[in-house]
């Protein structure tokens, strides 16, 4: 087991050069630089030469990948252009608004996606009950940003319960915690919509494969009620794969984030990345990569670890079993 | 016994300055669509630190809506008759945040040391005429020419020209400069917080040498990146300022009966904006006038200004902006040029015939992807004609790659602000020392000696009635050459929350006179 986690650990700074030498060549292989964004507009050719030496922008690509990959080994990510501060602060700096939005998010999707999951299980030979999935497949396929905008539409405008944006109300001086989550409910709800449909599918089609077996039969053989059965034997025996795909979306729940931060204005990483792009802010559009890289792989670690507590049967413990 | 009293006095002091703070101090929350990244707008011209950095500056001179000087830190000026000197005598008790005074010293510093250096359109500007700065005394400061400058008024507002204190400043790679996320200024508020991407928190600067401003006690700036989202917040009172509606969200915005909302020709860091389409005139196949002008008579400008401006802008009728009333040359670029069959006789003579699908010429336009609902109107006039026109909608850093460093376009759209004299953003488009890297510059590649000779000496004298002169005959010529096709002024429509006043939209230092109604 621990030879198999120290494996795992082993492959993250690998995945990491594989990943930063990726999205070096991408986002230096996109036409223009951040001299524009720097300098305004009108910028004269000597005035964006100053800048480019400046940044070392004038160096051969090759040279900039060596310095940037020698820097990056020692845990040194740069600074950004555009924000003139190390790259980590500046991502470290919009990790508590990201976290605030998709922790929650995940939490939710998961609590209701399972509860369609178990709700649309039906026993075996009943009728079918598609309704729950259905609604969450809407959910999925409509575009996030239009979502937020109906939430917001709906609640902030028409009934005006809920704020329309923001992280607080700036005209307090110290937010309470309750502004603070009144702000938070919609784009919270909007990411979760988008969500819960994994969560619920995914538990559907593996409790269909539970319904089946003879363990089932035995319990409602027993007196138990099919639902009461279905929570109590079939929910955990279905439970990997359901962990499995949401250890998997770590990275898409970043991509999510984007519309939902930028209809809701709030200062996290999902809109970080894009003015990162838009400005061709390369260390900081390499910084985020290479984070998001790192969590997305440590928490696959993590999924897999706890499915294993779960699902002895994957055998991670007999080191010989898995290349991973 | 004396014990007694004091406490009794400071009592009642205490409980007189409970009154006066419960008299709710006035919060403005503004909008802003880009984190401004730093608070220097010294060292740039990017709108996103302009449009939240000037309120903590001030520069030499401010300009009112119609973009006449008026005093700032400066509160006398004079001009020598042969426009070779300029003399500003500084307001006495003008204070930096840190309760220094702002001296001339500071005034040549800044100039010298940071904006002929950093700022990209002063540098442009005023560096190639610019002969010395003198501080002659610590309240007096004079400028010094190589040859009469005429736009200088118009180029020394918080936008163009902030001034920053030398002691804080002076020292090092001002790029690195801590102040430039800390800054220190002398404006009508002061820095408070900064927390990217979300706000700027700043203050009441209660020393302000202009007396009884600010009006505000708080002055916060949202990041709001959505125009939509902007307009709800508003709506909703949540904000109280936005600088730049959305046209699609004036509507919402007035029904909502929440807001006052305003058009300015100006907004801060350009004004008196022309959308114009470019061609590049390096193209084989743009490079017969008669070609360009079937794509001017293909045009129908009007419906510019209904479908997309929704009616907050005009057809613009000369080369150069009704902004600039004195240099435009009205009726120049009618919009009765519009004309499909005469396009189409047009293309004909030159030898344009249509193909199997009715298609006379293919050309690609390059432009911002935020100026899509242009690119679909041309299309749909120009392919009407037999142009098939194939939009590359674009983000900005590639946009400028693709048709100022390639040139590889065949049209392009460009916004180009004519600011508040045809010398700073008007001659860029057409000079001839204009071609090349430079964004936002000629992006045609328009040679014309007799153009470039006319803007020298416009640009070198402060005879207005010559400088007019010269502009007429400047139009008169690129309406004949078209190396642009002048398709609308845009303006920009301000809103604030109804029960505030004193905006003023048009500047960067827009909430210096603003408070209750």
């Given at each position: 087991?621990?030879r198999y986690v120290?494996?795992?650990l082993?492959?993250?700074?690998?995945?990491?050069?594989v990943?930063?030498?990726?999205?070096?060549?991408?986002?230096h292989?996109a036409?223009g630089?951040?001299?524009?964004a720097l300098?305004?507009?009108?910028a004269?050719?000597e005035?964006?030469?100053?800048?480019?030496?400046?940044?070392?922008l004038?160096r051969?690509?090759?040279e900039?990948?060596?310095?940037?990959l020698?820097?990056a080994?020692?845990?040194d990510?740069?600074?950004?252009?555009?924000y003139?501060a190390p790259?980590?602060?500046?991502?470290?700096?919009r990790l508590?608004?990201?976290?605030s939005?998709?922790?929650?998010?995940?939490?939710l999707?998961l609590?209701?996606?399972?509860?369609?999951?178990?709700?649309?299980?039906?026993?075996?030979?009943?009728r079918r009950?598609l309704?729950g999935p259905?609604l969450?497949?809407v959910?999925?396929m409509m575009?996030?940003?239009?979502?937020?905008?109906?939430l917001?539409?709906?609640?902030?405008?028409t009934l005006?319960?809920l704020?329309?944006?923001?992280?607080?109300d700036?005209?307090?001086?110290?937010?309470?915690?309750?502004?603070?989550v009144?702000h938070?409910?919609?784009p919270?709800?909007?990411l979760?919509?988008?969500q819960l449909?994994m969560t619920?599918?995914t538990?559907r089609?593996?409790?269909g494969a539970?319904v089946?077996r003879p363990?089932?039969?035995t319990a409602r053989?027993?007196?138990?009620a099919?639902?009461?059965?279905?929570?109590?034997h079939?929910l955990?025996?279905?439970?990997?794969?359901?962990?499995?795909?949401l250890?998997g979306?770590?990275?898409?729940?970043f991509?999510?984030?984007?519309?939902?931060?930028?209809?809701?204005?709030?200062?996290?990483?999902?809109?970080?990345?894009?003015?990162a792009?838009l400005?061709?802010?390369?260390?900081?559009?390499?910084?985020?990569?290479l984070?998001?890289?790192?969590?997305?792989m440590?928490g696959?670690?993590?999924t897999d670890?706890?499915m294993?507590?779960l699902?002895?049967?994957?055998?991670?413990?007999?080191?010989?079993a898995?290349?991973? | 016994?004396?014990?007694?009293?004091?406490?009794?006095?400071?009592?009642?002091?205490?409980?007189?300055?409970?009154?006066v703070?419960?008299?709710?101090?006035?919060t403005v929350?503004?909008?802003?669509?880009?984190?401004p990244?730093?608070?220097?707008?010294?060292?740039?011209?990017?709108?996103?630190?302009h449009?939240?950095?000037?309120?903590?500056f001030?520069?030499l001179?401010?300009?009112?809506?119609?973009?006449?000087?008026?005093?700032?830190?400066?509160?006398r000026w004079?001009?020598?008759e042969d426009?070779?000197r300029?003399?500003?005598e500084?307001?006495k008790?003008?204070?930096?945040h840190?309760?220094r005074?702002?001296?001339?010293?500071?005034?040549k510093?800044t100039?010298e040391s940071?904006?002929l250096?950093?700022?990209?359109?002063?540098?442009a500007?005023?560096?190639?005429v610019?002969?010395?700065?003198d501080?002659?005394?610590?309240?007096t400061?004079e400028?010094?020419?190589?040859?009469?400058?005429?736009a200088?008024?118009?180029?020394?507002?918080?936008?163009e020209a902030p001034i920053l204190?030398?002691?804080?400043?002076?020292?090092g790679d001002?790029e690195?400069n801590?102040?430039?996320l800390?800054p220190v200024g002398?404006?009508?508020f002061?820095f408070?917080?900064?927390?990217?991407?979300?706000?700027v928190?700043m203050?009441?600067n209660p020393a302000?040498f202009?007396a009884g401003?600010?009006r505000?006690?708080r002055?916060?700036?949202?990041?709001?990146?959505?125009g939509?989202?902007?307009?709800?917040?508003?709506?909703?009172?949540?904000?109280?300022?936005?600088?730049?509606?959305?046209?699609?969200?004036?509507?919402?915005?007035?029904?909502s009966g929440r807001?006052?909302?305003?058009d300015?020709?100006?907004g801060?860091?350009?004004?008196?904006c022309?959308?114009?389409l470019g061609?590049?005139l390096?193209?084989?196949a743009?490079?017969?006038?008669e070609?360009?002008?079937?794509f001017?008579a293909?045009l129908d400008r009007?419906?510019?200004?209904?479908?997309?401006?929704?009616?907050?802008?005009?057809?613009?009728?000369?080369?150069?902006?009704?902004g600039?009333g004195?240099?435009?040359?009205?009726g120049?670029?009618?919009?009765s040029?519009?004309?499909p069959?005469?396009?189409r006789?047009?293309?004909?003579?030159a030898?344009?015939?249509?193909?199997?699908?009715?298609?006379r010429?293919?050309?690609?336009?390059v432009?911002f992807a935020s100026?899509?609902r242009y690119a679909?109107?041309?299309?749909?006039q120009?392919?009407?004609v037999?142009i098939r026109?194939r939009p590359r909608?674009?983000?900005p850093?590639?946009?400028?790659?693709?048709?100022f460093?390639q040139r590889?376009?065949?049209?392009?759209?460009?916004?180009?602000c004519?600011g508040?004299d045809?010398?700073?953003?008007?001659r860029?488009?057409?000079v001839?020392?204009n071609?090349?890297n430079?964004p936002?510059?000629?992006a045609?590649?328009?040679?014309?000696p007799?153009?470039?000779?006319?803007?020298?000496?416009a640009?070198s004298t402060?005879?207005r009635d010559?400088?007019a002169a010269?502009?007429?005959?400047?139009?008169e010529?690129?309406?004949?050459?078209l190396p642009?096709l002048?398709l609308?002024e845009t303006?920009?429509?301000?809103?604030?929350?109804?029960?505030?006043?004193?905006?003023?939209?048009?500047?960067?230092?827009?909430?210096?006179?603003a408070?209750?109604?």
């Open positions: 087991m621990t120290l494996r795992r082993l492959q993250v700074p690998i995945g990491l050069v990943v930063g030498s990726l999205a070096f060549l991408l986002i292989l036409p630089g951040p001299v524009t300098s305004g507009e009108f004269t050719a005035l964006r030469q100053e800048i480019e030496a400046r940044y070392g004038d051969p690509l090759g900039r990948y060596l310095t940037w020698g820097a080994a020692r845990g990510l740069g600074r950004s252009y555009l003139k790259v980590l602060q500046v991502i470290g700096e508590p608004a990201t976290l939005l998709v922790l929650p998010a995940a939490a999707s609590l209701i996606g399972s509860a369609i999951g178990l709700g649309s299980t039906s026993p075996p030979g009943a009950r309704l259905l969450a497949l959910g999925h575009p996030t940003f239009w979502v937020a905008q109906g917001v539409l709906l609640f902030a405008l005006g319960w704020p329309v944006q923001g992280l607080d700036p005209r307090l001086a110290t937010p309470s915690l309750f502004d603070r009144r938070l409910v919609l919270v709800a909007a979760a919509i988008h449909a619920a599918l538990l089609a593996a409790l539970e089946g363990y089932m039969t053989a027993k007196g138990l099919f639902p009461r059965a279905l929570r109590r079939a955990a025996n279905a439970m990997p794969p359901v962990l499995a795909v250890g979306r770590i990275g898409a729940a991509v999510g984030a984007i519309a939902v931060e930028t209809v809701f204005a709030l200062p996290g990483l999902g809109r970080l990345v894009v003015s792009a400005n061709r802010d390369h260390p900081l559009v390499l910084g985020i990569a984070c998001v890289c790192a969590v997305a440590l696959n670690l993590a670890l706890v294993n507590r699902e002895p049967r994957m055998g991670l413990d007999r080191d010989e898995h290349a991973g | 016994m004396i014990g007694a009293r004091t406490v009794l006095l400071s009592l009642l002091l205490a409980l007189s300055s409970t009154v703070s419960a008299q709710q101090p006035l929350v503004a909008a802003v669509s880009a984190d990244g730093h608070l220097n707008p010294a060292i740039t011209t990017g709108s996103p630190t449009a939240v950095a000037d309120s903590l001030n520069g001179l401010s300009l009112d809506a119609k973009g006449e000087p008026q005093p700032d830190l400066a509160v004079s001009l020598s426009g070779l300029a003399r500003f500084l307001a008790d003008a204070r930096w840190d309760g005074p702002v001296t001339a010293e500071d005034v510093f100039f940071v904006l250096r950093h700022h990209a359109r002063t540098r500007s005023l560096g190639p610019l002969d010395a700065i501080a002659v005394d610590p309240a400061v400028f010094r020419f190589k040859r009469p400058y005429p200088l008024l118009q180029q020394l507002d918080v936008t204190p030398r002691h804080v400043y002076g020292n001002i690195q801590p102040a430039n800390k002398s404006g009508p002061r408070e917080s900064y927390a990217k991407d979300d706000r928190v203050a009441r302000y202009k401003l600010p505000i006690d002055l916060v700036f949202r990041v709001i990146p959505d939509t989202t902007q307009a709800q917040a508003l709506a909703a009172g949540e904000i109280d300022f936005v600088g730049r509606v959305a046209p699609s969200e004036i509507a919402r915005l007035q029904q807001a006052t909302l305003e300015v020709t100006f801060p860091g350009g004004g008196n022309i959308m114009t061609f590049n390096d193209r084989p743009l490079q017969s006038r070609v360009r002008q079937a001017a293909a009007r419906q510019f200004v209904d479908r997309i401006l929704l009616g907050h802008g005009r057809v613009a009728d000369a080369p150069i902006s009704s600039i004195w240099a435009h040359a009205a120049t670029f009618p919009a040029l519009f004309d069959a005469r396009a006789a047009l293309l004909d003579a030898g344009l015939k249509p193909d199997g699908e009715g298609v010429l293919s050309v690609d336009l432009q100026f899509g679909d109107l041309l299309r749909e120009l392919g009407a037999g026109v909608l674009v983000d850093a590639a946009m400028v790659d693709a048709v460093r590889n376009f065949d049209l392009t759209l460009v916004s180009y004519n508040s045809p010398e700073i953003g008007v860029r488009m057409y001839s020392g071609i090349g430079i936002f510059s000629n045609a590649a328009y040679r014309n007799e153009v470039d000779a006319l803007f020298a000496g640009g402060v005879d010559r400088r010269a502009y007429r005959a400047i139009q010529i690129v309406v004949r050459d642009y002048w609308v303006d920009f429509t301000v809103a604030w929350r109804s029960g505030l006043a004193g905006f003023a939209g048009w500047s960067g230092q827009f909430a210096e006179r408070g209750p109604r």
